[in-house]
């Protein structure tokens, strides 16, 4: 189930992350993966995550996705390959928060969101980040999970 749909001003995230080209069933089991690493990596350190993973998805085509993964970290500096540093830019954003799994609540919303950019005369300036607030990392029940999406919009 998703709520309304609020424009708000977002931060600049800075973490750790990948970017790759992967198979559209791959998106969970990389942001899951890249999260597992980023937990290895800060072991030891002064480092810490500071928020929820984020995946930006700049292309998306039948065959596939380019996506990037951002775990926010409060020190990237200590990350190592397969990591990089990763910034995701400040903006002002269109955000559609839903309840629920992803296959009945999450893929129509993106549509939702892009109906709504379209009619509200906005502007769509990036590609859509999607924000996994409560994932199957916490919790693998799925009317549990929370996730938010947010359309960069000028």
């Known amino acids: 189930m998703a709520t309304e749909i609020v424009v708000k001003e977002v931060g600049v995230v800075i973490g750790l992350g990948v970017r790759k080209e992967i198979g559209l069933g791959d998106i969970q089991a990389i942001v ?3 999260y597992i690493t980023v937990v290895e990596q800060l072991r030891g350190t002064p480092s810490a995550i500071s928020g929820p993973p984020i995946h930006v998805t700049h292309a998306l085509s039948e065959d596939g996705a380019d996506i990037e993964v ?60 999607t924000i996994y607030i409560v994932s199957p990392v916490q919790t693998g029940d799925p009317s549990q999970w929370v996730t938010e999406l947010q359309a960069p919009i000028a």
């Open 32 to 34: 899951n993966n890249t």
């Open 70 to 129: 951002c775990i926010p970290v409060s020190d990237p500096t200590i990350g190592h390959a397969p990591l990089q540093a990763r910034q995701i830019t400040a903006s002002k954003v269109a955000s559609l928060t839903v309840h629920g799994s992803y296959e009945e609540h999450v893929f129509p919303a993106f549509a939702q969101l892009s109906s709504w950019v379209s009619s509200s005369g906005q502007t769509q300036t990036g590609p859509i980040r």
